[in-house]
């Protein structure tokens, strides 16, 4: 018997479908739904953001990312913008209509964050930060859980019943990547996860090709790859100039790339027969 | 500077392009071209491989499939019928036109195989077998070289160097899964090794969903989610009997279930180009 | 260059050694010592607690351990005492003179625990929680800092650099496994990272043998390697009836094996030339 | 219930103790005693390996070992001297009455190879090549079999089992570090094995610190991790030069230092009971 409850496929009728309200309408994610967020790893200046928020908009994007506190491996790395990255995303939410994800490190700063934006996110680092879990947990705003880099699709479902069991049934799982032996790529995306969790439990399920991957040229086929694999949609780091970017510029696609992707993205999500 | 030369994409001029002959025309393997390999893990008996050879090959398949000398971890399980497989993969191929392949797993059988089929197999238990590699760079067939379920992809590559630098140039480089700490699955398959090697190599290079996941119910996504980032191909275990089959029943498709992952496959090929 | 700086070796004349004083007298912890910790994985109340606490101490425990916020895998397991734990150990200490230490698991408690014990401890699954590196480096408590169960040697040296610059340099690293796709055991020692740590960094390693296999048979081999390897101590888990344990049982001595292990330590201290 | 049978403790009274035969008396692999296997990576010339296999039985090594084969990642790199490194060997073992142990990487050469040496090996890359274990299994020498960069402790035993179930019952286990995701270390010691095989079997098992590490200054504290640990002996690469060693010159000792750690290992082998 599996140890998750909540999170388990048989706990739920269907597929569990998250709606995101905004001033544009609704955003769906779940079975059925192919979901873009996009935007930068880190909102690094008000400028840079609104400007790159109003493109991915018009572009379609439905949800804008953007790190306001980043978790970075080094003390003495950039480490975000902190509560004024916030209010950038909450105004570039103002501007576009598109509604906003960022992540959240500390439980003590779970209830300003969830207060500039729409979706929290936790990050792969913190997939057993238990505490951290539960404070979102007691939110009421949909939690992106990232896969742990070394984590167990079980571990995984039972990070996502942490934040159920403490009242939020609005998960949605993130694979971005585990850690391997290989050194020519960050991580390596564990493109199985996908249908195996689609077999273990009614959560959405999207993949994180930039983080996963570490280097531009394999996001788009990654990517491509998520979604003829199932997944609900992805995540995308886009960066008006990559090499200026304060993190993971290596990762990040340009403005132009991320279109070529969008409309594969598009094409593929036809042939799966998801909305988009 | 990387450490293989004969197959990195800067020794050769273009992707290479495999090419088979067999009496039902010419099978092509590379940029450009979708091919499915098809059968089931083992040769079990004559009459139903050639039952199974004559139903796939009607589908279309390019290549039958078929181990006629079985890699086992342990010394008590069915290990293959050795020269009897062959003769009936030979048989199959006069039956219906389609060229065949089959693993090779000693040097002294190199010679007897590579009498009886068209492509030979390198298994990812021998990717650093290096006097089998040698052994099969001496032939003039292709060989579809599996990586080894803990290889990096430089190591993969310079296996690839070893059957190159004996003179023979028809590698097919086939990702089967790595080994992870996951257990609901066998293996994690690392797609984003499909784009990495296209970047590092001129080779082709296919997956292999079946042995990479374990589970059928992990092939149709996984085999869809490598057309859509690129690879030149997949192959498939199929089975008129999974559930008797004397080896890896349990990840394998049945006729149903392959045809419908075959629709698939032909409206990804479309999508990206590809001929099939 | 090594991106950490306060931790690495260059950066400290000689090896750190962490003094800790108690009525006893002054527990040290560093080269040219061999510390001994133990206890049982969760403080599970008052009488046993106490009862253990005594028996260790009377063996010559230099430091006893026991988990009042216990970071589970799931959330419908018994996740630990919480301050009544504290205050537990806080008794123990009081009547035995022995030091204790505990994990902490969030931001908001640093404060809270760092006034009932003497040694923080970071756990494997938030050595990159960040927030918490940094609050703990803001007391002035040594930190064991348990090494995250998939992070390099580079990564939980930058983990110790955390807490470092925000003020703490009594950082002590815990070795206590990584996970590896073995299954027979919990996590793989890497017995090697005690040297490897000693060549980079002068600050003090130990390994839990505990946590690191999961199987009580293996602690004893364990746990001399470590000495043998060069490690500066070893963390024990004891247990006055290890089939009743609330949480890890299974790798938990009973008192009559811990006190040959110690005999065996002794010996080995002795070889080496440590002071226990 | 485990898969292997022969090699299981169960099937087996007491634990196996392996012989061999030399002009010098008999050196005995197994449990209570500490064999001592020394010599350079590889036979690099006949004046060099003979100088240094005098000064090594000088010393006391039980066992002298020399590659003449040499498994090697790229097909570019020095790949051993053949039959004139086999010829080297047995003259060593003439001159010294040291038995000698190569390694043997392809199925045709196990009976010209059975013919020079005392003991066969079978290196981590050809763990699972069953053709050549079945090859050895058919030879009446003792073989060490090298545990896969990536095997499990199961498939280890497994490969054990091809050996016995071809005839031969004179397995050495041989531990030389897995494969993880760190990259300061070539490899990582699995120092948990020891114990976890004892357990599991009665053959004998020693540890390889020199090709697990990649790092000579590693190879002296993991190789009393392995005595302290339990295991039935180490296996040591030493070179007059090791900066000019022809392969593995990093993590091969001086002459100086393997004096050094042979008095460490003798001292830790009186400490545990074992004749050395």
């Known amino acids: 018997m599996k140890p998750f409850k909540l999170a388990a496929r048989e706990s739920h009728e269907g597929d569990t479908l998250i709606e995101i309200n905004s001033s544009r309408g609704t955003v769906k994610i779940g079975e059925g739904y192919c979901t873009v967020i996009a935007g930068?790893?880190?909102v690094e200046g008000r400028e840079e953001y609104l400007d790159i928020a109003r493109i991915l908009a018009d572009m379609g994007v439905h949800l804008l990312r953007g790190g306001a506190f980043k978790p970075r491996t080094s003390p003495y790395s950039f480490a975000g913008l902190g509560e004024e990255g916030l209010k950038i995303l909450a105004e570039a939410k103002k501007i576009t209509g598109v509604p906003v994800v960022t992540e959240v490190l500390d439980t003590r700063d779970v209830e300003l964050v969830q207060g500039y934006v729409d979706v929290l996110q936790?990050?792969?680092?913190?997939?057993?930060?238990?505490?951290?879990?539960?404070?979102?947990?007691?939110?009421d705003k949909p939690v992106i859980l990232k896969r742990g880099f070394a984590a167990t699709m079980e571990e995984?479902?039972?990070a996502a019943e942490y934040i159920m069991a403490a009242g939020n049934p609005r998960v949605i799982l993130c694979e971005r990547g585990i850690r391997t032996f290989e050194?020519?790529?960050?991580?390596?995306?564990?493109i199985g996860a996908v249908s195996?969790?689609?077999?273990?439990?009614?959560?959405?399920?999207?993949?994180?090709?930039?983080?996963?991957?570490?280097?531009?040229?394999?996001?788009?086929?990654?990517?491509k790859a998520a979604i003829a694999a199932g997944a609900d949609g992805v995540m995308i780091e886009v960066h008006q100039c990559p090499e200026c970017a304060l993190s993971d510029g290596k990762q990040s696609l340009t403005l132009?790339?991320?279109?070529?992707?969008l409309e594969d993205i598009k094409k593929l999500a036809e042939v799966e027969g998801k909305k988009i």
Chains 1, 2, 3, 4 share one sequence.
Request: aromatic share 8%; proline share 6%.
């Open 40 to 42: 930068p790893c880190a």
């Open 122 to 139: 936790v990050g792969s680092r913190n997939m057993q930060n238990f505490s951290l879990l539960q404070e979102v947990g007691r939110t």
């Open 156 to 158: 995984w479902l039972l």
């Open 183 to 190: 050194n020519y790529t960050r991580n390596t995306v564990d």
């Open 196 to 223: 195996m969790i689609k077999e273990l439990s009614h959560l959405p399920i999207i993949v994180d090709p930039s983080h996963a991957t570490g280097r531009w040229k394999m996001v788009r086929p990654v990517a």
């Open 256 to 261: 132009e790339n991320f279109a070529v992707l």
